[in-house]
């Protein structure tokens, strides 16, 4: 089966923006066995959205549509798929109502306009959005479906995931397609391929995509069988020896994060932990508060973005900050180990580093950044240099420190 | 004149590659004033490619193709555009030499099936590669053009600018586009939206564009005229209207974010800023530690999750959190002025409230978020309930309390 994909938006075709949500309708609909023939971005032009429908439709027994059904007059998707099927479009008072109810348990009034959003193309299912405004819809055609997604990233997901994924999997003819999901942290991403090529190149089933993303390595072996035994069997032969030659790089085998696993390791042990950020700003708090349930063992933390705050909030020492600088083993320890003794946890992180564009001030290249860590039997830190720009940089440093504490929780290096 | 950009390759529909080819295609061809219509990616297919190649350029002046040249069966694009214009495909002896040379010059012999990139469609010019061995091609029929460029950028690139620039500039007619660019926060997309349509709704020049993302509103006035003395006239026009009704909701013409806004307005007021957060865990640290040079302003913060830290870190009455809850607005006040008084910075956030996915044992209902403000004269506090998941809550509310920084710092509300 094949399907075709088109993002909506005029603002999809200026100089800055990507349809990146074909990404990851790629990915789910290659796990279905099904591939995708064709992507295409369209502006806010009905016209010229309705002649795209119709000759996708006639040709691919899938079309997925991203964008264009919120509320708004440029929002063109409901209208250019019912002229392409010559349908009409009905209003559908549930979902007025639906409409009206979320907005008035934000306290807000629903402006007039938002109704265009309880309009669906004659015969269609809806498909509810748990994450916006924006409903989705189902339309059959002559033996081909167009599913009419919301833009926003995280709306098409949740909605491809519970609505589109199970209907997909009852259209698509049975096979077996089984995933050994690796994630690896602490190495770069040709590293991490001179390192498994040799062993994944001998086969083209189980297939190996690596993905890099932010410091965070993601190996993705699919195998596609007759029967679940065969797909096993397969991931074992390959996945076996790339485990081995990973070795304790590999953090995660069910997908977690980084911040889960070392979560899941500190709620095990029964410990807290603290942080202390300088050139992260928040960062890595943000990272272990993104979990729901962290209050559990993230005890709380500190942004000392200056020296002044670094001596008076985690009591550093001005005198070792005026010897070794700000960007030094030294620090990062006294960091880690004020940021401990003041919330009492039963551990603590510190960041401390030139995450540029300039050093500031600090006798150190751009990219310096040190990684402290402090618990009941002493403090340490390590150092790694980081190319790219400043969010990379602060991006690399968090990952690295998360994957300080995993390590130290699991009695390693 | 509109423009249609076709990038051919299967290797571009899968799950980990994206087409930036036309990025740097969209931003040139709106320098020369022609605007992107449509986008599209086919693969390595020559029927599917040839029908499109036909249907751009039914509807379009221009068409680019990027990909597709190399020497090898699964490079179609030649094939494909000979196809949709019914011509032949025809050798060209100057082309195959050229090739033979360039291999020689690399001591290398030429495969033999390096000759398929000598064909030139019917009719068509040869377009001179000098980074690589595919040679483009610029093929008109009927009043549009189609160029044939290699899908490699550094090619891509310099076979654009040596041989298609100048040839489209003389094509096109003269024109400039001239954008107004506001950046808004505090209100909803489709209340913006109700708001100033019944402005720019009157008009198709300037279009105007409204993108939305993370609780930050951006409008794109583009205007296309004769002279930019026109141009400009035009946006006054329709901006000046706009901007009368957003009023303070406008917080950057020069497409500065909201904090490098609220940075460059803390540092004329020569005044420091700290932050304490509980929900969103750091998350506001980082927005203001994004900004290079954030130390002039940046005092510091305290990432407070639980209520010992509250009570411990800033000072917060636990009487207080045990009357009124984490989440309420005599907390996030007692907040905002404890991180003030730790920080000695002239004013001070603080963020409170239930991100989600439950209400952390709080009696308040999920996205239920306090902003508090401290500062010389005292300290307030505003609440605000969000709708989404845990990460949509979050960001929204910092966006919130970036924007009372910016109001109090205006002096307005």
Redesign the interface.
Known sequence: MNAEIIAVG???????R???NS??L??EL?KLGV?????????D?RD?LAA?VR?AMS?SEILILSGGL?????DVTRDAVAQALDRKLVFQEEIAAWLTE?FA????KM????KRQAFLVEGAGMLSND???APGQWVEESGAVAMLLPG?P?ELKSMFERHCIPRLARMVPKQVIRTLFLRVTGMGESDLDELIAPVYKKYTNPAC?I?AAHGDLQIHLRARCATEAQADALLAEVGGPIEQLLGDRVYSRNGDSLEVVVGNLLRENHATVA?A?S????????R???V?G??DY?????????NA?KA??LGVDPQLLAQHGAVSRETAEAMAVGARR??NATCALSITGAA???S?GENVPVGMMWVGWADAAGAMAISRQFLGD??RI?TFTVQMALDVLRRRMLGRK
Chains 1, 2 share one sequence.
């Not at 005029?10 to 800055?16: A, G, Q």
């Not at 591939?35 to 971005?41: M, S």
């Not at 050139?279 to 943000?286: K, P, R």
Request: aromatic share 6%.
């Open positions: 005029s603002e999809l075709l200026t100089p800055e990507l349809d990146t990404l990851y790629t990915a290659n591939e995708v023939v064709a992507k295409a971005v369209i502006g032009d010229r795209a000759a040709r919120g509320p708004t007059e440029d979320r348990k934000a306290r807000r402006a007039e306009i938002n994450r916006g405004t926003p995280h995509t993905l942080v950020e050139a992260t700003g928040g960062m890595l708090g943000e272990f508060t993104s729901p962290s209050s993230f005890a709380g933390g500190f942004i000392t973005y200056t705050m008076e909030l003041r919330t540029g564009p300039d500031g400043r969010q602060r």
